[in-house]
């Protein structure tokens, strides 16, 4: 007799820690269980259009500013998975909101994690601390403004421990995945196959619409930068110039930041849009040039595509440093970019035939790693 499950998914409003989990929540649905999904209201249609039912956060005026929503939905969320979470079968939390497992074990249930970026220990977010500019991974460059942190979080969210690293190792849930292939995760022996799960990118029946390639007759280098991390027109310029007499066609994602107008005249073997379906790009591109997002990075190893990858911040130096180690591209620091220093690394990566061999290796791996059937189908043995 089939037994059906309600689960209960949190998760915090930046793009890069939920898309991936958004085809989980669709694949549970689809092998015929309930999910709900907490997350703040600017998610509401994109949950909905899983087929999980939306639950907003608690306490969480619409009029607030993009930064200020940030910081308060740590608290939101935790409120409102506090408040509904004692009815549900699980708990599934992405590794960004904290509280997660201490919360579970609050409310008496079972509690799986994902990881959008590595799996994270001491060693990696050391990494990233060191690494990551002036974002959020900066705190752990500071002891004591770390130690402070660590100490008002555990008050505020009742955790187990008064040290974030310490929080996320020695508080784990039973069963963690990540969004990667083992071949690709840091440290990758510190992390034992029992309770961490690899199972690469999130890419399963998206629907991204159509795009037309018809015009596109030679080698494309797709360009994207992300949504959070944009930089400004002054970078799209530099690649105008890098390539605009280059026998490639180049495809350039410039989101809503920067608009056509600021990047002057636009040569014939460019093609500019706001928004591009990048799974579809990818599989017909011959280089990526990124900055080195988790989600893409793993996407372009899932269809074979070498990379380019320009980091801004966070995680993504050491995404772009395991990129160049790995052989799968080239890391180039943003400060010394320039127009002839982009077109020479994007020939050296074109023309050397090492990129593509490992990458082949990597994307068979990533191909066959599961997906988020593969954490359905695990949580759901796991509850059963």
């Not at 009029?63 to 079968?89: C, H, M, N, Q």
């Not at 974030?164 to 190792?169: C, L, P, Q, R, Y």
Request: with cysteine; net charge positive.
């Amino acid at each position: 007799m089939f037994n059906q499950r309600k689960i209960l998914m949190v998760n915090l409003p930046f793009s890069g820690h939920t898309n991936p989990t958004l085809e989980l929540a669709k694949t549970f649905v689809s092998l015929g269980h309930k999910v709900d999904y907490v997350h703040s209201p600017d998610w509401k249609k994109k949950i909905e259009k899983t087929g999980a039912d939306f639950i907003p956060y608690d306490g969480y005026p619409a009029t607030l500013s993009p930064s200020k929503k940030e910081i308060k939905s740590w608290w939101a969320a935790y409120r409102t998975v506090k408040r509904v979470g004692k009815e549900y079968d699980c708990l599934i939390y992405e590794m960004l909101f904290l509280p997660g497992k201490s919360l579970a074990d609050q409310l008496g249930i079972p509690v799986f994690r994902l990881f959008s970026t590595f799996t994270l220990n001491e060693k990696v977010l050391n990494d990233f601390g060191k690494t990551g500019g002036w974002y959020m991974t900066s705190l752990f460059r500071y002891p004591l403004l770390y130690s402070l942190v660590s100490n008002f979080l555990k008050r505020k969210f009742n955790l187990r421990y008064g040290d974030i690293a310490k929080e996320m190792v020695d508080n784990a849930p039973k069963l963690n995945f990540t969004y990667t292939i083992k071949e690709f995760q840091i440290y990758p022996d510190d992390f034992d196959d029992k309770h961490y799960k690899y199972v690469g990118p999130a890419v399963e029946s998206r629907d991204e619409g159509n795009f037309d390639f018809t015009k596109m007759d030679k080698p494309i280098i797709y360009i994207s930068l992300g949504t959070l991390l944009n930089t400004s027109a002054k970078f799209f310029r530099k690649c105008i110039k890098a390539f605009q007499n280059q026998p490639v066609s180049v495809i350039m994602s410039i989101e809503n930041i920067v608009t056509k107008e600021q990047l002057g005249k636009i040569p014939d073997n460019f093609f500019i849009y706001t928004f591009v379906p990048q799974l579809k790009v990818l599989q017909n591109a011959s280089l990526f040039i990124t900055h080195g997002g988790m989600n893409s990075v793993n996407e372009a190893l899932f269809y074979g595509v070498p990379m380019l990858v320009i980091p801004i911040g966070n995680d993504q130096p050491t995404v772009a440093r395991q990129v160049e180690i790995l052989h799968l591209g080239k890391y180039m620091d943003r400060k010394n970019l320039d127009a002839r220093s982009l077109q020479t690394a994007s020939a050296e990566i074109l023309g050397n035939n090492i990129y593509k061999d490992v990458l082949k290796q990597f994307q068979v791996k990533s191909q066959s790693a599961g997906g988020n059937m593969k954490i359905a189908q695990q949580i759901l043995a796991e509850l059963n």
